[in-house]
């Protein structure tokens, strides 16, 4: 019984797909009418496996929609689309690989231990407050998140890279998706890398006193302001 | 001159019209084809009008913005001072009444080739009028002055949502480019009315850059919640951040170096001018900055031609 209703699901999903345009009504008569054609293939079925036939193969009629084997090994004809689907591909990995690159020096400063920031705070100016607790679990968070993901690009367009690209593009992205410290093209000077590479607590740090400094500055200007009216009148 | 509201008298459009000429005088007496800034008791007079009467500001903007389309750059840049200066020091409702306007000022062709110093003060002019536009669209848009809302800790930045905060930090870095957009040097302030200018622009880059990194700084806080796409969103606002940072830098040196006030207590903001100064070229957008000197699209987004 359920395995009629399953059939009589599929049946009407082949139907549906095939005659897109049948009105609503149609598509509930045939429906309706499905049981006994149903139980006409589920009769066929039975009768073949009772005569015991070998198993030939099914050939694929896929005439309808786009062919595999199509893909694969392209006509002459096709190479066109074939050259824009490479392009398209290395744009992506251009693309990924400046994300990757933007990424890593933009957060460079933020995959830092807590540790080191500590350290490095002791050394900086008495007035800083010390970081919120949270910051650690986002420092954390954030290099795991970092290495995650360039873990997964470069498994992902690893997977996807066509023999045929240029063979100096390869080697520059596979180094760009290692790790920033083992890669022998190093993305800034040695001099600078280690006064850029600062934890997310001091960055933050740094753009709450900046904004300490606005506002002191704002409060300065308006008491001047101030001071010019009383002076005027 | 009296601004106390009087009960309304039986004819309506005679009282609208009696302050609309008492408005108009001053708005006219600040805007005088002398070639020195506003005079500051039209502009008090003004300031006034806006904050402690109830009148319509209609007629006083029609005044302002007819003297916009003179010949002369002294009249128009007087006219385009008066209103920043309104639109600073006075109510929100009168910048409410200039973003409910189909049009601004339409500037962006002007030249005064009658005088020498003409074609210089143009080209302020242009970038001016340019400001004050997107200064009034900013305040359609987000339905607020930013320069003028609660900062701090629990201000209106730090508290925003992340949908809001991914809609009005572009509008504050359109804003912010049209500002450092004026792109003046110290020795191209030779005049009082130029010099005025640059002082409300100084006051507005301050806050408008508050504003900006307390939203920054809201944005690193949500990042970590923040899904797939807005994460994208953020690290774009980021590096622009990051190129705007450099050239606000450069406009407060300018500020720095301006010390040639009339009045003295204007040295104090100028002190904190240098202070902020130093502290964003130490922070990390600067740093971040030279490492990234080769981004195309932050130097792109921040050097904008004129016009």
Request: one cysteine or more.
């Amino acid at each position: 019984m359920a395995s009629q209703w399953q059939n009589l699901g599929a049946s009407v999903r082949r139907r549906s797909l095939l005659e897109e345009e049948l009105p609503e009504e149609e598509v509930i008569r045939s429906a309706a009418g499905q049981p006994e054609t149903s139980s006409g293939a589920l009769g066929s079925l039975c009768r073949r496996f009772q005569r015991r036939l070998p198993l030939r193969a099914v050939s694929l009629n896929l005439r309808a929609g786009p062919s595999w084997k199509r893909l694969e090994t392209p006509e002459p004809e096709k190479q066109g689309l074939q050259a824009a689907a490479r392009s398209a591909k290395t744009a992506l990995g251009a693309m990924s690989q400046r994300i990757q690159e933007s990424c890593q020096s933009g957060t460079k400063w933020l995959v830092e231990t807590q540790v080191k920031a500590r350290r490095r705070k002791r050394g900086v100016q008495k007035d800083s407050s010390s970081p919120p607790p949270s910051l650690t679990q986002k420092n954390t968070r954030l290099s795991r998140a970092a290495s995650d993901l360039q873990e997964r690009e470069h498994h992902r367009l690893c997977a996807r890279v066509d023999p045929r690209v240029h063979p100096r593009r390869r080697p520059r992205r596979e180094a760009a998706f290692q790790s920033p410290y083992s890669s022998t093209e190093p993305l800034c000077s040695p001099s600078e890398s280690d006064s850029d590479l600062e934890p997310v607590g001091a960055g933050i740090q740094h753009l709450q006193n900046l904004s300490q400094k606005l506002n002191k500055a704002i409060m300065a200007e308006e008491s001047g302001d101030m001071t010019i009216s009383l002076i005027r009148h | 001159r009296d601004w106390t509201p009087q009960p309304p008298p039986s004819c309506s459009a005679e009282y609208d019209a009696s302050m609309g000429i008492s408005a108009s005088k001053a708005a006219l007496g600040a805007t005088t084809d002398e070639p020195t800034e506003p005079e500051p008791k039209h502009l008090a007079d003004l300031t006034q009008y806006i904050n402690e009467t109830n009148m319509s500001v209609v007629h006083l903007a029609n005044i302002l913005s007819e003297k916009t389309r003179s010949n002369s750059w002294v009249v128009v840049f007087k006219a385009l001072i008066t209103v920043h200066h309104l639109m600073v020091y006075g109510k929100e409702r009168f910048i409410r009444h200039l973003a409910s306007r189909n049009s601004l000022f339409t500037l962006h062709n002007f030249l005064d080739k009658s005088v020498t110093e003409g074609y210089t003060m143009s080209a302020f002019i242009r970038r001016y009028s340019r400001y004050l536009n997107e200064k009034s669209l900013a305040y359609r848009l987000i339905a607020s002055d930013i320069t003028k809302v609660k900062r701090g800790t629990d201000g209106v930045m730090r508290a925003m949502n992340t949908k809001d905060l991914l809609n009005t930090l572009p509008v504050i870095q359109t804003q912010l480019d049209a500002l450092l957009n004026f792109n003046v040097r110290p020795d191209e302030l030779t005049n009082g009315i130029i010099h005025a200018a640059f002082m409300l622009l100084f006051k507005d880059s301050l806050r408008l850059f508050a504003a900006y990194n307390e939203g920054i700084l809201n944005l690193l806080d949500k990042y970590f919640d923040m899904r797939k796409n807005q994460c994208r969103e953020s690290l774009d606002i980021y590096i622009k951040f990051l190129g705007r940072t450099t050239k606000f830098a450069q406009f407060l040196k300018v500020a720095e170096v301006q010390k040639s006030t009339s009045i003295q207590e204007f040295s104090k903001s100028m002190q904190g001018a240098g202070d902020v100064a130093q502290a964003v070229v130490r922070s990390p957008g600067m740093r971040a900055a030279r490492v990234q000197s080769s981004a195309p699209h932050t130097n792109k987004d921040v050097v904008s031609a004129e016009n």
